[in-house]
């Protein structure tokens, strides 16, 4: 079994790159950020064709997350219970396994713009809120999978300039906390189960050849419970849709579960 993330930058542009690559890369499951549509634009039917069921939380030209999967989805819940947010960030749903119900929650994180600003107070807030609810999500759901556009890049191995790019957004003390808070959850980050190449990232700007230079961050992640943790064989960066023409900034990443 197969799980994925992919922040697609706008589903409206790259419907045909999402299609071509479930179509190269089956995966039982994917989780997209920044849909940038509303949920009456979003392809149900073109994804139904393509084999797969979807939940959509849909936001006009920001943010926006989905779940697609090759089973039914239920028990959907959309955005942090308990936390006002008028952002469409959180999706969750189950799908049924044969080794049991499988939960599934897809993120997009906050961006956080600097330290010191309001967007900044707003992210910490927001993870604190994710944290909570979470904590009980993995009470009610011991198989989960905590999936998406994570802003954080969560070790100075994750940064093509941990130096340079010290304490700005996405490298702060602060943020790399929360991410190991959710770890403390029961949380395993999947990527970093395995050997991986050095300079591995998952998100390149479009700006002073950022790809093709290398130039990343490693901020989309596939977080394993306890209770998957045992069968996860394998996780990967998929850095071939970050070649096409007009690609997303980021690649999708794919956990394998035995």
Known sequence: MQLATWNINSLSVRLPQVLDW??????????????????EKFPFDALREAGYHAAAFGQ???????????????????????????????????????????????????????????????????????HRWLSDELRAHPRLALLGDFNVAPEDRDSFDPVGLKDTIHHTVEERAHFQDLLKLGLTDAYRMFDQPEKSYSWWDYRMLGFQKNRGLRIDHILVSDALRPSVTACTIDRAPRKNPQPSDHAPVVVTLG
């Open 22 to 39: 479930l179509a190269a890369n089956p995966v039982d499951a994917l989780g997209l950020q920044e849909l940038k549509l509303v949920d």
């Open 60 to 130: 006009k030209t920001y943010n926006g997350v989905a779940i697609l999967s090759r089973t039914p989805l239920r028990e959907v819940v959309r955005n942090i219970p308990g936390h006002a947010d008028e952002q469409s960030r959180v999706i969750a749903a189950t799908l049924d396994t044969p080794e049991g119900p499988l939960r599934l929650v897809n993120c997009y994180f906050v961006n956080g713009q600097a330290p010191g600003t309001e967007k900044f107070a707003y992210k910490m807030r927001w993870l604190e809120a994710l």
